[in-house]
C-alpha cells in the first residue's frame, strides 16, 4: 500500500497567515494526488486533484504543487472559513490511501 | 446539482448485517465510477470500496475484503454496501463519493453512522 505522510498534524495560524502543509507518499505517486478539507461535523469536500487543479469554486487563495512523492498545499492569506481539518490522498493504485490530515486552528 | 445521500445505518450487534444505500441525483449515474469511504469517530478518511459504472468490476480495502460487497443498480441510480460479519471495529461514518475520473474522489455524500455494539 502507499502511505501518505502528512505535517505537521496540527498548526496554529492568524487571519491573514499564509499556511503550508506537505504530504509525502512512500512511492512515486505521479500527480494523481487531491487535497480535501473537512469541517466539524461535515463531510469532506474537493479542493485539489491532480495536485495543482483548483475545483471548481474553490477560492484561489489555495493551491497546490508537487509531483512524485512530494506534495504541498498553500493557503494564501488564510480566512476565517478555513479553519478546518485537510487530507491529502493518492489515487495512483489501489487501495486508495489518505494522510492523516492536518487541523488548522486559530491562534 | 450533485447529491448523494446516504442511508440505512444504525446499531448493529457484532457479527450482524446491514445495508447501506446511497441515492444520486443531478448527474448520470451509470456513467460515473463510485466509491464507499468511511471515518471512525474521531479518526481519519480511509477508503472502503469501489464500482465502476456498469458493475462488472470491484475493489475492495483489505480490512472489508470477503465480508463486504458493493453494488449498485442503474435504473434506480442507487449504490448499495452490504455488510456482514460486522465487527465493532467497522463503527464509523460511511460516506457515499462520487468517482469524477479513473479513482479520482469529487463530490461527498454527508455520511451514514453505523454503530457496531453489544
Known amino acids: 500500500d502507499v502511505q501518505m505522510t502528512q505535517s505537521p498534524s496540527s498548526l496554529s495560524a492568524s487571519v491573514g497567515d499564509r499556511v503550508t502543509i506537505t504530504c509525502r507518499a512512500s512511492?512515486?505517486?505521479?500527480?494523481?494526488l487531491a487535497w480535501f478539507q473537512q469541517k466539524p461535523g461535515k463531510a469532506p469536500k474537493s479542493l485539489i486533484y491532480?495536485?495543482?487543479s483548483l475545483q471548481g469554486g474553490v477560492p484561489s487563495r489555495f493551491s497546490g504543487s508537487g509531483s512524485g512523492t512530494d506534495f504541498t498545499l498553500t493557503i494564501n492569506s488564510l480566512q476565517p472559513e478555513d479553519f478546518a481539518t485537510y487530507y491529502c490522498q493518492q489515487y495512483t493504485t489501489y487501495p486508495l490511501t489518505f494522510g492523516g490530515g492536518t487541523k488548522v486552528e486559530i491562534k | 446539482e450533485v447529491q448523494v445521500v446516504e442511508s440505512g445505518g444504525g446499531l448493529v450487534q457484532p457479527g450482524g448485517s446491514l445495508r447501506l444505500s446511497c441515492a444520486a441525483s443531478g448527474f448520470t449515474f451509470s456513467s460515473y465510477w463510485m466509491h464507499w469511504v468511511r471515518q471512525a469517530p474521531g479518526k481519519g478518511l480511509v477508503w472502503v470500496s469501489r464500482i465502476n459504472n456498469d458493475g462488472t468490476d470491484t475493489r475492495y480495502a483489505d480490512s472489508v475484503r470477503g465480508r463486504f460487497t458493493i453494488s449498485r443498480d442503474n435504473a434506480k441510480n442507487t449504490l448499495y454496501l452490504q455488510m456482514s460479519s460486522l465487527r465493532v471495529e467497522d463503527t464509523a461514518l460511511y460516506y457515499c463519493?462520487?468517482?469524477?475520473?479513473?479513482?479520482?474522489?469529487?463530490?461527498w455524500g454527508q455520511g451514514d453512522l453505523v454503530t457496531v455494539s453489544s
Open positions: 463519493v462520487r468517482d469524477a475520473a479513473p479513482s479520482r474522489l469529487d463530490y
Open positions: 491532480s495536485a495543482s
Open positions: 512511492q512515486d505517486i505521479s500527480y494523481h
